[in-house]
């Protein structure tokens, strides 16, 4: 498994109220300048960041540094950079979390459901999205414990990660081009038992690889509830209950296979 660790250190901040201020102040033009600098500075010094943004935090003096699966803060400068979460005291809410699940948000609308392989629960009232890979083993982990969850409309967009998984973009091809989409994955993710090989024509599966590259989709599972929130990795189901309905899936553990 390859994984991308951002600067491979962590640490965690307590800070009581006096250290909070107010939401970050649109960007002036010293703040772009100091922006400008930070991410020169941070990518020269370690070429494996890839920063996407940098702008000024809800912290006086201090800047968000967002990577895509990680936000850190830096000084004006880049010369100091803190990585770990912010902890509000006042009740223990993991504002660094917070904040990376409002960057990484999406617009869940907006999704093309007709190209995904939906399935309904019970009332089907709550809805999920998963992107998945038909050869990641914590994908698999993740339909098991789909089995016990209910009320629930989940729909499958099939990314195959064929850097990990060279046999998963057919494997995905013939899911979708089986007679029965949702019998073809729940048999092969569940039951291991294979799909014939096949291709049709309008298999969306290139296109919903290039979909999960936009919404900087780089392991599998991730999945989106009806709010927009992601979590990338496969979580056991009372915790996929709480993620449904609207909680917080950050107590577990993050499994997933990464490009």
Known sequence: MKTRVFLGAFATLAVSASFLALAAPAMSAKDAKAAAVIKQNIEARYPDAKILSVQPSQYAGWYEVFTGDSVSYSNATGDLLFVGSVIDTRDKRNLTVERLDQLNGIDFATLPFDRAIKVVKGNGKRQVA???????????????????VTDVTVYTFLFPIASLHPDAPARAEAVWCSADRAAAWKNWMVGRKPPEWKTCEGDPVAELVTLGEKLRITSTPTVFASSGKRFAGSMPAATLETFLNGGDATTATPTAARN
């Open 130 to 148: 998963v992107f998945s890979d038909p050869e990641c083993p914590y994908c698999q982990q993740l339909e098991k414990e789909l089995e016990s």
